[in-house]
């Protein structure tokens, strides 16, 4: 049974790494194809900022494709998760993370994502605090998983934290020319998350 059981993660580790390896690929593209991106100091949402070089181009190719792999790998794996009631909300609420992508192709941000702008750029602030908070709730509703390991609740709370003051550190005037870097850290928070699925699975005895 032990052997199913890890076969069954292992069925599930190549979609990871792909939506992993096309995470870290979107990175490298932008800073092949947008002239000046700084990832520092730039959001990723802006390699698609409206009448910026590429723009449009990088949406379609690049935002919407890894939408569509990790809206595929949640629903792909959701059937074999032990989430119940509360804890099934926050799988629920980790859609939010490739909804993110999927509306910063369609409605872009202005250059340099202004808090203020375009109405594009307006339901691109929307959409960032509803995915991103909701996206920490989710994992927060995750650690109560039932039959869940302390060790991954522990992570799971310290991941939904990363989320929330990670936004609110890089959405904050001081961390200005910082904001890119603080937003890849949750990033890889929240791809964290994705990986933390394979422990939430059910086992063959359940």
Not at 105 to 122: F, K, N, V
Request: with cysteine; net charge neutral.
């Amino acid at each position: 049974m032990a052997s199913n059981d890890a076969t069954k993660q292992q069925g599930y580790v190549p979609q990871l790494i792909i939506l992993t390896v096309f995470w870290l690929g979107l990175q490298l593209v932008a800073s092949w194809v947008k002239p000046g991106f700084d990832h520092i100091g730039q959001y990723i949402s802006e390699i698609n900022a409206t009448g910026t070089p590429n723009a449009g181009v990088l949406g379609w190719v690049g935002f919407i494709p890894l939408a569509m792999i990790a809206f595929s790998f949640l629903v792909s794996i959701r059937s074999q998760l032990r989430v119940r009631s509360v804890s099934h909300v926050g799988w629920l609420l980790l859609f939010l993370w490739p909804f993110g992508y999927l509306a910063s192709a369609l409605a872009p941000c202005d250059a340099g994502c202004p808090i203020d702008g375009s109405s594009s750029q307006a339901i691109h602030n929307v959409v960032a605090v509803i995915s991103y908070f909701g996206f920490a709730l989710g994992t927060l509703l995750l650690a109560l998983t039932p039959k869940t390991s302390w060790l991954v609740r522990v992570a799971l709370v310290l991941l939904a934290a990363v989320t929330v003051l990670g936004f609110l550190v890089m959405t904050s005037y001081p961390m200005f020319e910082i904001r890119g870097a603080i937003q890849r850290y949750v990033e890889v928070a929240q791809l964290i998350v994705f990986w933390l699925l394979l422990t939430l699975q059910q086992k063959e005895s359940e």
